[in-house]
């Protein structure tokens, strides 16, 4: 039974809550909060949830059509997404949106190898395709560092065709990297403890060297030069920071996060500063977890020494920036019980009483839209600190207390939030037998 204080939180919620129908009018209170910003970040409270693929393309739909978004920015890795980008572009040879997926080859595969993102990026072709000849065309891009190797490659590939002398440079720096067998944390295990040399220098003296032949090589400005080398140099860049994140795993989580985070939102930075170049601001859509894109400020995170994404575009652009979070109350996800493994899909318990899951389910509103923004009695209430769920990749529901929830408050967290009680494990492309659901020992802390 509900104490008074939460009953009154719940009628609260539930009298501001936009409930969400399905109809094409849903997400209007949520366009006139963004106004005119210029950066949407949209969240997920777990990597394999179809609801919250679902309703962020259909979002993002929205602020390409009636907004003029021209970039979707997400949480993969850069060569993998620039695959992608170049397909919905039609600057590439695959045929297919699956064909242009098959870059993402490393675990989690259904993170963006799913339906739902199969679909979207079949929309986003076939809308780039409908534009006027000259019309700027929305991109996808990645924003993480994982890509150490791929991105060694893509900068030797791009210097290959540009300037041979200068790729021979590059292969002699990056030939540091070759005794781990493309192995990223075998290399950043090996340095952190003094078994070998880091490649650091090697690896910023190659950025500087090419960002040092830029007029050289833009000697012309054709457009497709300008986009080639800014694959190339974001791609050096990639490799200066995460050598230096994959050093940093082994000393510690605040470290390795802080570095994976603010690569991220300097990534952002250097694709606007790319997109700008069409002779207007870009607006940028960016699709990462809730634990990137909510403020760490209002969470246990920032009390740890951690930031993040939101917190570092919020401070950056201020109300410029609008971010969105996504919770869940049950139903499945499509996830893993240990680090590598093939994915399952599994039962996601109920959220915990206290939480802001559970209360949000007391509400009885199957999906809905609440303004965090809003001064009212339902914003008041929530901004006492709660329990808030966070699941990634893998998900221990044995252990879930310690190991998918935290505190937060939740208005100062995110500008909006929307809430859909009953949700479903994303359908991965890569279907497996495994894909079934049962319930596996839980022995490794989660990801996200």
């Not at 045929?95 to 997926?101: G, I």
């Not at 220098?201 to 190659?206: F, G, L, T, Y």
């Not at 894109?293 to 920032?302: E, F, I, K, S, V």
């Not at 049962?438 to 802390?445: D, S």
Request: proline content about 4%; overall charge negative.
């Amino acid at each position: 039974m509900l104490d008074a204080t939460i009953t009154n939180i719940v009628d609260a919620v539930r009298g501001y809550a936009h409930r969400l129908t399905g109809a094409d009018q849903d997400y209007d209170p949520l366009m006139n909060l963004i106004g005119n910003g210029r950066f949407v970040l949209i969240g997920e409270a777990s990597h394999g949830t179809h609801e919250f693929y679902e309703q962020r393309a259909e979002i993002t739909k929205r602020l390409i059509e009636e907004k003029g978004f021209t970039a979707v920015a997400v949480e993969a890795d850069w060569p993998d997404a620039y695959r992608v980008n170049r397909y919905v572009r039609g600057v590439s040879e695959d045929p297919t949106p699956a064909e242009a997926l098959l870059n993402f080859q490393r675990f989690p595969l259904w993170m963006w190898r799913n339906t739902d993102v199969l679909n979207f990026v079949g929309w986003l072709r076939e809308y780039n395709d409908s534009l006027p000849k000259k019309a700027i065309k929305t991109g996808f891009y990645g924003l993480d560092l994982y890509s150490m190797y791929a991105s060694i490659e893509a900068v030797l590939g791009y210097l290959n065709q540009v300037d041979p002398e200068a790729a021979q440079r590059a292969r002699d720096r990056y030939s540091c990297f070759d005794h781990f067998g493309e192995d990223a944390q075998r290399y950043g295990y090996a340095t952190s403890l003094g078994i070998t040399k880091s490649c650091e220098n090697e690896a910023i003296n190659q950025l500087q060297d090419l960002q040092s032949q830029t007029a050289k090589y833009l000697q012309q400005e054709r457009q497709i030069e300008i986009d080639d080398f800014f694959y190339a140099e974001q791609n050096a860049r990639i490799v200066r920071n995460a050598e230096h994140y994959y050093r940093s795993m082994f000393q510690g989580r605040v470290s390795s996060w802080n570095i994976r985070d603010r690569h991220m939102a300097e990534t952002l930075d250097q694709l606007v500063t790319h997109l700008d170049q069409h002779h207007q601001p870009a607006k940028v859509v960016v699709w990462e977890h809730n634990s990137h894109l909510g403020d760490a400020r209002a969470t246990d995170m920032g009390s740890m020494g951690e930031v993040n994404v939101g917190q570092l575009v919020k401070e950056r652009y201020g109300n410029e920036a609008v971010n969105i979070g996504f919770t869940t109350y049950t139903g499945t996800v499509t996830a893993t019980s240990n680090w590598g493994e093939t994915a399952q899909l599994k039962q996601v318990r109920a959220a915990l009483p206290g939480s802001y899951e559970a209360l949000f389910h007391e509400t009885e509103q199957p999906q809905f839209f609440l303004n965090l923004r809003d001064e009212n009695q339902a914003i008041v209430g929530l901004r006492q600190p709660r329990l808030e769920r966070a699941i990634g990749v893998i998900y221990q529901p044995e252990t879930e207390r310690v190991s998918h929830y935290f505190h937060a408050c939740l208005p100062e967290q995110f500008d909006a939030v929307i809430h859909i009680d009953d949700t479903k494990g994303v359908q991965p492309l890569d279907r497996v037998p495994t894909w079934e659901m049962r319930e596996a020992p839980e022995t490794f802390p989660f990801a996200l």
